[in-house]
């Protein structure tokens, strides 16, 4: 189900799933026949900006997303992804094993993947939490079967996220997002755990996000 739901996020949420190249661009052709654009932070001037990185990516989702940092992504259950398997590709060095003693000067092709596979991961555990009922008070995902639930779960997010709220644009994103979702298939509960999840991925895999 998650496969055909990643193609359909990509199309249901096409102003995340571009963040990577137009979000450094400037904001003053966003849309204009709509009327005033909504208050956003402004673009840089020289659109400085520079990788989290594994660790401090790795850092920022557990607190986010309230996990413990060995929660946050690990291949074979066991080896963090950002800390032992995949550290040259985020930007790290690996003195010991590969006598990489300088941090590489841009990311490699395999980097976003990877973010992407960091953001999966911590999202769905989130989100399964949330959902699944265990806990007493979520912390995002709260009655997502409503449209009112889902548009705060989304207002929560994006505060703690990106310190903003979701545009109206994004936010209609998102509605097409769970409609294809719960279009999937006839299980109910695991619709809303997938549009929860690559929800939370298009927030977390944003330039605003990523970038600082």
């Not at 005033?36 to 990788?51: G, I, L, S």
Request: net charge negative.
């Amino acid at each position: 189900m998650y496969r055909n739901l990643s193609t359909l996020f990509r199309a249901a949420v096409p102003s995340l799933s571009l963040a990577f190249v137009v979000s450094a661009a400037s904001c003053a052709d966003d849309e204009p026949e709509r009327g005033p654009a909504p208050a956003v932070q402004p673009a840089a001037r020289h659109a400085r900006v520079q990788f989290k990185g594994g660790t401090r990516l790795r850092n920022d989702l557990a607190q986010l997303l309230q996990l413990e940092p060995d929660e946050v992504c690990n291949e074979f259950g066991t080896k963090s992804c950002s800390e032992s398997v995949h550290t040259v590709a985020l930007g790290g060095l690996d003195p010991y094993r590969s006598q990489i003693f300088k941090s590489p000067p841009t990311t490699g092709l395999a980097t976003t993947l990877i973010v992407e596979r960091m953001a999966l991961q911590a999202c769905r555990r989130r989100a399964e939490r949330d959902l699944a009922g265990g806990e007493a008070n979520p912390l995002v995902w709260r009655d997502v079967a409503t449209a009112r639930g889902r548009a705060a779960s989304l207002d929560a997010l994006y505060a703690s996220a990106l310190g903003r709220p979701p545009a109206a644009r994004e936010r209609d994103g998102f509605e097409s997002l769970y409609a294809h979702a719960l279009a999937e298939g006839p299980d109910v509960a695991e619709a809303e755990t997938g549009w929860a999840t690559l929800s939370c991925l298009a927030v977390v895999t944003s330039i605003e996000f990523l970038f600082y």
